[in-house]
């Protein structure tokens, strides 16, 4: 299992990625107006909005079925958010083609 993403809620997506870019050396992977994706050596950091995503830390796994349904996300991912015994939340994903 890889970490794949850590998702930080933010309320507002642009001025979190004027921050976040220079500060982390990050480069964008993915920007529109709900969320981001950066890339941040050999991780990413996913800056969310609170009333689309909650905060999570991601894991890719090549069962994630096995925590539960996946929902198919338009980067060619699909995953499930659980929450661990004290209230975190846990998305794991695969990429559809796995």
Not at 20 to 46: F, G, M, R
Not at 56 to 68: P, R, S, T
Request: hydrophobic share 40%; glycine share 4%; proline share 5%.
């Amino acid at each position: 299992m890889n970490l794949h993403h850590v998702a930080l809620c933010v309320s507002d997506i642009r001025q979190a990625v004027d921050w976040y870019v220079p500060t982390l050396h990050a480069k964008i992977a993915y920007q529109d107006e709900t969320w981001a994706l950066l890339k941040i050596e050999n991780t990413s950091v996913a800056l969310v909005l609170a009333s689309q995503h909650p905060p999570h830390v991601a894991f890719e796994a090549q069962d994630a079925e096995k925590y539960g349904k996946l929902t198919p996300h338009r980067d060619g991912t699909a995953s499930v958010y659980v929450q661990d015994p004290f209230g975190n939340t846990v998305e794991f994903l695969k990429f559809e083609a796995s």
